[in-house]
């Protein structure tokens, strides 16, 4: 079994916050779970906020605290927040942001030696090809857009030198 938190704590300070504030505006016969120190009982299993299809085991407090929270959100008329919307997975939570972040530089530093690339071509409209393809796979907005600035600046190159070799 896992011993990471097994609520975002982040989350929760939040739904503590809100429930807090929300209790700060109530006027009168407002009851409250005392807070009581005691090892956290797992009492539900949330499915992952990733929806990667597992389920995080919560504590009593997490359901306690979704549930002050979406009072909270239920008297100021917001839509409350589901199970299934608050927690990660130890998997997701420690796996999946990073490979999101690396995934994303290795794209941006392809996308740029690939552009580079172009820039340095000369008469080789294969290359070029398959070069701007790999680019519209890595998701490029503007693949045409690239290859005009590109093909205008090697012809703005190529009048100059022309104009110097005169
Ligand atoms: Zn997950």
């Given at each position: 079994m896992s011993r990471d938190p097994i609520i975002d704590p982040e989350i929760l300070a939040d739904a503590r916050k809100r429930a807090l504030h929300g209790g700060a505006h109530r006027d009168e016969g407002a009851t409250y779970a005392p807070a009581v120190a005691?090892?956290?009982?797992?009492?539900?299993?949330?499915?992952?906020?990733?929806?990667?299809?597992?389920?995080?085991?919560v504590d009593d407090a997490a359901v306690s605290a979704l549930a002050s929270?979406?009072?909270?959100?239920?008297?100021?008329?917001?839509?409350?927040?589901?199970e299934h919307e608050i927690v990660f997975c130890p998997r997701c939570k420690h796996g999946a942001a990073p490979d999101r972040a690396e995934a994303l530089r290795r794209?941006?530093?392809?996308?740029?030696?690939?552009?580079?690339?172009?820039?340095?071509?000369?008469d080789n409209d294969l290359r070029e090809r398959?070069?701007?393809?790999?680019?519209?796979?890595?998701?490029?907005?503007?693949?045409?857009?690239?290859?005009?600035?590109?093909?205008?600046?090697?012809?703005?190159?190529?009048?100059?030198?022309?104009?110097?070799t005169i």
């Open positions: 005691r090892p956290p009982a797992i009492v539900a299993g949330w499915a992952c906020r990733a929806r990667c299809g597992r389920f995080v085991p929270n979406n009072a909270t959100l239920r008297r100021r008329g917001e839509p409350e927040l589901g794209r941006v530093d392809e996308t740029a030696k690939l552009i580079a690339e172009l820039k340095t071509l000369v398959s070069l701007l393809a790999r680019l519209r796979d890595l998701g490029h907005p503007d693949v045409e857009g690239l290859r005009r600035a590109i093909a205008e600046s090697r012809a703005a190159k190529n009048t100059t030198t022309k104009r110097r």
